[in-house]
């Protein structure tokens, strides 16, 4: 599946073929981001903006864009004086390709098919074998939820602090696991959708609230309101982050993990008089990333719940228009 001419379309392409430190692989399941919907509406954009903070312009939009960057795979052919996993091996690994130019964002590339294809070219030093038993299907959750994994380690909570999580998306829902992987009490989790408000109180939130009954800080005030707060903003869009700042207690944390691609404004004195501190996170590290797959393989973080539709290669298209509803689906698997 491929962006081309604006839109989604399935095709035939030659399969890829393994070089030295590469691995051909079969794709076994791969999971819907909600970025690769934002990238086939904005995608322009989000390159352009990527060029403002240094990252390199790699995509041509006139030529087909491929993409998928949540995924499991099954090792079929390892590229020559190469070592690597043998075949039949099911492995992960973050999305990129190390090449002699440097590193290549499998994520969105014109060359090199992600995901959302039939078979796909890894590098070999970055596979992570999944562990024997684990369900691939889960396995391709490791990358979104190291997101989450890393938004809570950015933001430097601590035993003893409560959490608040506004907006409970897939990448809210991975920081409201992470929270609960890291013994963190009470966690309060705020979104407009019934269906969101119920997975986050499945993936351990203590209290959810919907946000047009009652405002998200009052909820925590209502549960602990004694404990330092650390907010995290997952909704993403203009306005969210002044409203935070607004309605945050003194001394409290904010940490933005939403992703917003337009320009916001923000009222300093709201930061200012309460001496907020505001953070930003962005993906993961490497370490990270495995530790994420090390957690859903030892049944710490269960990704089965986010698991909400499955669909093979002609079906992306739907797919990608039946997340645009948050009641019906949180993570649509692609099993080409």
């Given at each position: ?40 509406r ?7 903006l ?25 090792v ?31 994520a ?8 959302y ?6 590098s ?61 009490e ?8 019934p ?7 499945v993936?351990g ?8 009954a ?64 505001i ?33 093979d290669?002609?079906?992306v ?11 019906e ?8």
């Open positions: 599946m491929v962006i081309r001419d604006g839109g989604l379309v399935v095709d035939d392409v030659a399969d890829p073929v393994p070089a030295f430190g590469q691995v051909l692989v079969r794709t076994l399941a791969c999971g819907i981001c909600g970025s690769d919907l934002h990238f086939l904005h995608g322009q954009t989000m390159v352009d990527g060029g403002d903070m240094g990252m390199p312009d790699v995509v041509d939009f006139d030529r087909d864009i491929y993409m998928g960057h949540e995924f499991a795979c099954e079929l052919e390892v590229g020559p004086d190469t070592s690597a996993m043998k075949p039949g091996s099911v492995v992960t690994s973050m999305p990129a390709m190390l090449t002699l130019d440097g590193v290549t964002n499998l969105y590339n014109n060359d090199l098919p992600g995901g294809s039939e078979r796909m070219l890894l070999a030093p970055l596979l992570l074998e999944v562990p024997n038993g684990l369900d691939p299907r889960h396995a391709a959750l490791t990358e979104p939820m190291a997101v989450g994994i890393h938004a809570v380690h950015r933001s430097g909570i601590v035993a003893g602090e409560a959490a608040l999580v506004i907006g409970c998306g897939p990448v809210g829902l991975a920081v409201v696991a992470a929270l609960r992987l890291e013994g963190i009470p966690i309060v989790a705020a979104d407009l959708s269906r969101r408000r119920e997975l986050a109180r993936m939130a203590h209290e959810v609230v919907d946000p047009a009652e405002p998200a800080v009052e909820a925590w005030r209502r549960v602990d309101g004694r404990r330092r707060l650390v907010l995290f903003e997952a909704v993403g869009v203009p306005g969210m982050i002044d409203a935070v700042m607004r309605d945050a207690p003194r001394d409290s944390r904010l940490l933005v993990v939403g992703v917003c691609m337009e320009p916001d404004r923000i009222t300093p004195f709201f930061g200012i008089g309460k001496e907020l501190e953070r930003f996170a962005l993906a993961y590290a490497p370490d990270e990333f495995a530790g994420s797959l090390r957690s859903i393989a030892e049944g710490e973080l269960d990704v089965a719940p986010l698991i909400t539709g499955s669909v290669l002609d079906g298209p739907g797919a990608f228009e039946a997340l645009a509803h948050p009641d689906h949180a993570k649509i698997l692609v099993e080409p």
